[in-house]
């Protein structure tokens, strides 16, 4: 959410110099981390920013932006990353490294064999089952192991099976009515 806030700020103030606004945004938040941690975290997610830069210069790349968008992203996430390097396990480290080569796998099409309809329909709902899953989820697990008769396996799975049902609700119901109004208000502010 704090990603989302920030974004939109910088995107309708800067609207073609977006990514100097970006980067600019990054450097002030990681400076801000190293005067005040925590609340550098709180408003700015500051060790999240060069993920979420490195997700914009992929999409850039899937969209062929251009390198005039997609370089100046990659280079920030990289130093980004470096500066947060810290905050990372070895085993965090490694993660984020086999993320990489997937997207990098991704853009070269090598992963087209993913693209069936079950996948697909995950694909759609994981930012919603993302958000819900840990509070929900985890808080649902927690209360149904109370109970002898759905201790273990019986709650993880009803806890799945229900996280998943919200999450398709909160698709249908709210994403794509929300992506389909900023399609007609981005729509009519470029026409403008």
Same mark, same amino acid.
């Given at each position: 959410?704090?990603?989302?806030?920030?974004?939109? !700020?910088?995107?309708?103030? @800067?609207? *073609?110099? @977006?990514?100097?606004?970006?980067?600019?945004?990054?450097?002030?938040?990681?400076?801000?981390?190293?005067?005040?941690?925590?609340? &550098?975290?709180?408003?700015?997610? &500051?060790?999240? !920013?060069?993920?979420?830069?490195?997700? $914009?210069?992929?999409?850039?790349?899937?969209?062929?932006?251009?390198?005039? @968008?997609? +370089?100046?992203?990659?280079?920030?996430?990289?130093?980004?990353?470096?500066?947060?390097?810290?905050?990372?396990?070895?085993?965090?480290?490694?993660?984020?490294?086999? &993320?990489?080569?997937?997207?990098?796998? @991704? !853009?070269?099409? *090598?992963?087209?064999?993913?693209?069936?309809?079950?996948?697909?329909?995950?694909?759609?709902?994981?930012?919603?089952?993302?958000?819900?899953? #840990?509070?929900?989820?985890?808080?649902?697990? +927690?209360? $149904?192991? $109370?109970?002898?008769?759905?201790?273990?396996?019986?709650?993880?799975?009803?806890?799945?099976?229900?996280?998943?049902?919200?999450?398709?609700?909160?698709?249908?119901?709210?994403?794509?009515?929300? #992506?389909?109004?900023?399609?007609?208000?981005?729509?009519?502010? *470029?026409?403008?």
């Amino acid at each position: 959410i704090v990603f989302y806030a920030w974004v939109a !700020l910088i995107y309708f103030t @800067f609207r *073609r110099h @977006f990514v100097l606004g970006w980067i600019g945004f990054c450097t002030f938040a990681a400076l801000a981390y190293l005067w005040n941690t925590d609340r &550098a975290w709180h408003l700015f997610a &500051a060790p999240y !920013l060069c993920f979420f830069t490195l997700g $914009m210069a992929f999409y850039g790349i899937h969209a062929k932006r251009g390198w005039h @968008f997609t +370089a100046p992203l990659i280079a920030a996430a990289l130093i980004f990353y470096g500066a947060f390097w810290a905050t990372n396990s070895l085993a965090g480290h490694l993660t984020i490294a086999a &993320a990489v080569l997937l997207f990098v796998l @991704f !853009l070269r099409g *090598r992963l087209d064999w993913l693209g069936g309809r079950a996948l697909g329909f995950v694909g759609l709902i994981s930012y919603p089952l993302y958000l819900l899953h #840990q509070h929900i989820g985890v808080s649902l697990i +927690a209360h $149904m192991n $109370m109970l002898p008769w759905l201790n273990g396996w019986p709650a993880i799975t009803l806890t799945a099976l229900l996280c998943v049902a919200l999450a398709s609700a909160v698709h249908y119901a709210i994403e794509l009515p929300a #992506q389909n109004l900023l399609k007609r208000f981005g729509g009519r502010t *470029r026409h403008t």
